[in-house]
């Protein structure tokens, strides 16, 4: 069983950063991928960014060089630090989960969302 509960959202400035969290709740040892996506009212989710259990990472074009994807093992909790923010990052960002990572993922495991809003 799989429970991911993000925090960390809000309003910053553009350019300034911010750091989401997730944790799971359900408090298993499952050997899981964990990731964010987000998505903006009228759209698609998207993905923004992976970790494997191994440590290999993935981030989306929009993602690369300004977000960073972690993982603190000894608290089941990860993190996405989002720096140089822009208004086009606003959404709500989800915390996702699955044994697996794969092209054109469809994460098995998902938070309830928390927003994120940066001003122009």
């Known amino acids: 069983q799989v429970q991911l509960v993000e925090s960390g959202g809000g309003l910053v400035q553009a350019g300034g950063s911010l750091t989401l969290s997730c944790v799971n709740s359900?408090?298993?040892?499952?050997?899981?991928?964990w990731g964010w996506f987000r998505q903006v009212p009228g759209k698609e989710r998207e993905f923004v960014a992976a970790r494997g259990w191994s440590g290999t990472t993935w981030y989306s074009d929009s993602a690369e060089g300004r977000f960073t994807i972690s993982k603190d093992t000894s608290k089941n909790e990860v993190f996405l630090q989002m720096n140089s923010l822009r208004p086009e990052d606003t959404a709500i960002y989800y915390c996702?989960?699955?044994?697996?990572?794969?092209?054109?993922?469809?994460?098995?495991?998902w938070g309830q969302g928390t927003q994120v809003t940066v001003s122009s």
């Open positions: 359900a408090r298993t040892f499952t050997r899981l991928v």
């Open positions: 996702v989960a699955d044994p697996y990572y794969r092209p054109a993922w469809a994460p098995a495991y």
